[in-house]
């Protein structure tokens, strides 16, 4: 049975290596360190995350809908999936943050309420 890849430890939360590989059809063994990518890093959590928002293309209300969740759990969600594969964020009161709110709630991505709140929410 195969078992899916921990990139995490389960002891102390630190980085996994690999230190084997198998080849499944005539058993060679390879050895040393090998790296995993940033994805293997993300909780199982957020990886099935990242697929949604990777399949809906970034849609915030379809993947409300598809989650169940709301626009800030989808942020939330989205904003560590961001952090954990090391890549800087932008913060909620950057200018062309309003612009994005806008445009979200034009093409029918946001409801008038979750728009008013997030803007509301603008520095």
Sequence with gaps: MKKKLLGLCPVCD????????????????????????????????????ALVF???????????????????????MLDSVIHNLGFEQTTISDPLTRTKV??????????FEEAEQMLKEIK
């Excluded at 990777?54 to 939330?76: D, M």
């Excluded at 806008?102 to 409801?111: A, P, Q, R, V």
């Design 14 to 49: 630190n980085r996994l290596i690999i230190s084997e590989l198998q080849c499944t059809d005539c058993k060679t063994k390879i050895q040393g360190e090998f790296s995993l990518s940033k994805f293997d890093y993300l909780s199982s959590e957020e990886q099935d995350f």
């Design 54 to 76: 990777l399949k809906n293309a970034g849609n915030i209300k379809q993947i409300e809908k598809e989650l169940n969740i709301s626009y800030p759990t989808v942020r939330k």
């Design 102 to 111: 806008l445009e979200m709630l034009k093409d029918d991505e946001l409801s």
